[in-house]
């Protein structure tokens, strides 16, 4: 039973903002949003989270809507190195984290 | 942050052998450690979910007997595939939570993965 809803594949422009959509509609009031990647044969990587407000740190952006129905990650520069599949998570902190399909972001040259 | 270590990175083994993976935690104290199974082109799938001094949890349809885990201190935990059949080729993970983190805000922390080729 998938909690979130991620385009299957984006594609971007090196140096560009890259933006990642993500439609969470049953978030419960207790779950949080949290965001991994994972580059290609590599373990997970933390990238952000949040409750209710925005969220920045020195790896990207989270804007959640004010509903909390949904959510957008942005790399605000994006490089090559940023390729890579792309989860968005739903769960309350200190649960297990379950991993949907994720979007898989390209960066073009 | 944190730090997770996973050894070996590749391992390739003949079917009907078993393979120890090792899970440590090397800044921090893993009160929880989860393992995930991925196959090729898949996402990563939740075997089962361990705690320091006590039994896994397994997820539904997650033999326990052929994925054996321990998580016998607070730095490491071992999944054992035993008797190792070509299926379970796959890319192993393992994840902790930690107790005590400066700034721990609930994130998992992920080591490199392990390749399993079985023969």
């Known amino acids: 039973d998938a909690k979130t809803t991620q385009p299957t594949s984006m594609d971007c422009a090196e140096g560009r903002a890259a933006n990642l959509p993500c439609n969470h509609s049953?978030?419960?009031?207790?779950?949080?949003v949290y965001w991994y990647r994972q580059i290609h044969s590599q373990g997970p990587q933390y990238i952000i989270h949040g409750l209710k407000n925005n969220e920045t740190n020195e790896m990207a952006s989270l804007i959640i809507t004010e509903d909390r129905k949904s959510s957008t990650l942005i790399l605000p520069h994006a490089t090559l190195r940023d390729t890579a599949v792309y989860y968005c998570i739903v769960m309350i902190r200190g649960e297990k984290l379950t991993f949907g399909t994720g979007t898989r972001l390209t960066i073009i040259p | 942050g944190a730090v997770v270590s996973q050894h070996p990175s590749r391992v390739i083994c003949k079917s009907g052998t078993s393979v120890k993976i090792e899970c440590r935690s090397l800044d921090f104290q893993a009160t929880t450690m989860f393992w995930y199974r991925q196959f090729p082109k898949q996402s990563l799938m939740l075997m089962a979910t361990?705690?320091?001094?006590?039994?896994?949890?397994?997820e539904q349809g997650v033999e326990k007997d052929k994925f054996l885990i321990n998580h016998a201190s607070l730095t490491l935990s071992t999944l054992t595939v035993t008797s190792a059949h070509p299926e379970d080729s796959s890319f192993y993970i393992c994840?902790?939570?930690?107790?005590?983190?400066?700034?721990?805000?609930?994130?998992?922390?992920f080591g490199e993965g392990s390749r399993l080729t079985v023969l």
């Open positions: 361990s705690n320091e001094g006590s039994k896994a949890t397994y």
């Open positions: 994840s902790a939570r930690g107790a005590g983190l400066a700034g721990n805000t609930g994130e998992l922390f």
């Open positions: 049953t978030i419960s009031g207790n779950e949080y």
